[in-house]
């Protein structure tokens, strides 16, 4: 698959299985656990099937595999689609990856497109920041407890596609949003940046190969009090 392509496709139970069958998440979960969403690309699909096996019996977790490629902007055109019909107790949320990534402009579809070619960023900061309020502004109506994990390191530029560093200026932005509005942050980030894969890899799609669990349980535990 082209890089380009791929890129395009982004962005705890008891008995935990996730599949897809016509865009629907199938979760089998334990009744009476704590209900925690986990909404990112797909990096966040291997360490929440990790999450939820570490978290087994305690806590009851769904990632939202068919919101995987979805952008700030999409998320709130289809919010009720990501909560679904289940009141959640904790969501673990990020946008990042596809809002900075180049698209077609030609297209109502996001399909990646490197800016030599002509392609134009999904998301500017500024319609970042009033998405990224408006969608904690949801999320806390809701109810439930929220964590924001910060978008992790992008160290190339990826065919043109992506900008190398631009996830600092968006991670700043969504900083400041979520202290002032009281949101817990996981600061997938730093964590990233502190392991041996950040040394070792260029590819911002290849952070899977390093545990990405830890924090995001340990976010989980502590905002739910589970100690």
Same mark, same amino acid.
């Given at each position: 698959?082209?890089?380009?392509?791929?890129?395009a496709?982004?962005?705890?139970?008891?008995?935990?299985?996730?599949? #897809?069958?016509n865009?629907?998440? @199938?979760?089998?979960?334990?009744?009476?656990?704590?209900r925690?969403?986990?909404?990112?690309?797909?990096? !966040?699909?291997?360490?929440?099937?990790?999450?939820?096996?570490? =978290?087994?019996?305690?806590?009851?977790?769904v *990632?939202?595999?068919?919101?995987?490629?979805?952008?700030s902007?999409?998320?709130?055109?289809?919010?009720?689609? =990501? +909560?679904?019909?289940?009141? *959640?107790?904790?969501?673990?949320?990020n946008?990042?990856?596809?809002?900075?990534? !180049?698209?077609?402009?030609?297209?109502?579809?996001?399909?990646?497109m490197?800016?030599?070619?002509g392609?134009? @960023?999904?998301?500017?900061?500024?319609? !970042?920041e009033?998405? +990224?309020?408006?969608?904690?502004?949801?999320?806390?109506a809701?109810?439930?407890?929220?964590?924001?994990a910060?978008?992790?390191?992008?160290? #190339?530029d990826y065919?043109?596609? =992506?900008d190398?560093?631009?996830?600092?200026?968006y991670?700043?932005?969504?900083?400041?949003?979520?202290?002032?509005?009281?949101?817990?942050?996981?600061?997938?980030?730093? !964590?990233? /940046?502190?392991?041996?894969?950040?040394l070792?890899s260029n590819n911002?799609l290849?952070? /899977?190969?390093?545990?990405?669990?830890?924090?995001?349980?340990?976010?989980?535990?502590?905002i739910?009090?589970?100690?």
């Amino acid at each position: 698959m082209h890089a380009a392509t791929h890129l395009a496709s982004l962005t705890l139970s008891v008995i935990f299985l996730l599949n #897809t069958f016509n865009g629907s998440t @199938r979760v089998f979960a334990e009744e009476n656990l704590p209900r925690v969403l986990i909404i990112g690309d797909s990096i !966040y699909n291997t360490p929440s099937r990790s999450a939820a096996e570490e =978290l087994k019996g305690r806590v009851e977790v769904v *990632w939202k595999y068919e919101v995987s490629s979805f952008h700030s902007g999409s998320a709130l055109e289809h919010f009720d689609e =990501l +909560l679904g019909d289940t009141k *959640w107790d904790l969501v673990h949320f990020n946008f990042g990856l596809t809002d900075l990534m !180049y698209r077609d402009p030609n297209t109502k579809t996001i399909r990646a497109m490197s800016k030599e070619a002509g392609g134009v @960023r999904v998301t500017s900061p500024a319609l !970042y920041e009033q998405h +990224l309020r408006q969608l904690v502004t949801r999320f806390q109506a809701t109810g439930a407890k929220l964590v924001w994990a910060s978008t992790t390191p992008i160290k #190339t530029d990826y065919n043109g596609v =992506l900008d190398s560093g631009s996830e600092i200026e968006y991670n700043r932005i969504a900083a400041q949003i979520m202290k002032e509005k009281g949101v817990a942050i996981n600061d997938m980030h730093a !964590y990233i /940046n502190a392991s041996e894969v950040a040394l070792k890899s260029n590819n911002p799609l290849s952070f /899977n190969r390093h545990p990405l669990h830890p924090p995001i349980v340990q976010s989980i535990i502590t905002i739910l009090k589970l100690d």
